[in-house]
T-cell receptor, first 118, second 115 residues
Framework: AQSVTQLDSQVPVFEEAPVELRCNYS??????LFWYVQYPNQGLQLLLK??????LVKGINGFEAEFNKSQTSFHLRKPSVHISDTAEYFC????????????????FGKGTLLTVNP | DTGVSQDPRHKITKRGQNVTFRCDPI?????LYWYRQTLGQGPEFLTY????????KSRLLSDRFSAERPKGSFSTLEIQRTEQGDSAMYLC?????????????FGPGTRLLVL
């Protein structure tokens, strides 16, 4: 079984400030890691993903995340946020063991609402 | 590539009625997923199709719920005898069978309100 904990339900920041959204996961198997963004009344848009290789991954809209295996974390960061970044952000994991018949279903955290104020 | 589409985008129904939602995945994506998202929560997995075969169903999918994917193309999710607790956003996602299989692309969702 897998679980995802997003440590902050809400993060208010001022425009042009840096931001970090925290994500920790628990899993008995190796995982793939994802961050999705959801704007009001819309579906989920993929921001970035960690599959393998470099632990620092870059995504769209200037976001990046770092995979830390020892701390089982995948925190999302942006050095300077814009008003348009206001949205709900979801961290998710899936089982990467294809040989075990994984269907790659996603387990999500509860989300972090990022509010960027002028 | 027009992305994943879902229809309708919004549905209001009365308790006890049946509703059906449709999902059209990205063309040539063999894998299709349904998730449910309630207010203030992250999406939760409901069911998974590989082509036309339904390979996994969550325990969240009670016997009032049924999903199909005839011919391995679009999928439908039907809820019978709706209850107020069924009010949620229903999200569909798809991914390819091989290259990029781990990455799911989501549709805009269908928001259901049961009165």
């Amino acid at each position: 079984a897998q679980s995802v904990t997003q440590l902050d339900s809400q993060v208010p920041v001022f425009e042009e400030a840096p931001v970090e959204l925290r994500c920790n996961y628990s899993s008995s198997v190796s995982v793939y890691l994802f961050w999705y963004v959801q704007y009001p009344n819309q579906g989920l848009q993929l921001l970035l993903k960690y599959l393998s290789g470099s632990t620092l991954v870059k995504g769209i809209n200037g976001f990046e995340a770092e995979f830390n295996k020892s701390q089982t974390s995948f925190h999302l960061r942006k050095p300077s946020v814009h008003i348009s970044d206001t949205a709900e952000y979801f961290c998710a994991v899936s089982d990467r063991s294809y040989s075990g018949g994984s269907n790659y279903k996603l387990t999500f955290g509860k989300g972090t609402l990022l509010t960027v104020n002028p | 590539d027009t992305g994943v589409s879902q229809d309708p985008r919004h549905k209001i129904t009365k308790r006890g009625q049946n509703v059906t939602f449709r999902c059209d995945p990205i063309s040539e994506h063999n894998r299709l997923y349904w998730y449910r998202q309630t207010l203030g929560q992250g999406p939760e997995f409901l069911t998974y199709f590989q082509n036309e075969a339904q390979l996994e169903k969550s325990r969240l999918l009670s016997d009032r719920f049924s999903a199909e994917r005839p011919k391995g193309s679009f999928s439908t999710l039907e809820i019978q005898r709706t209850e107020q607790g069924d009010s949620a956003m229903y999200l569909c996602a798809s991914s390819p069978l091989a290259g990029g299989r781990e990455t799911q692309y989501f549709g805009p969702g269908t928001r259901l309100l049961v009165l």
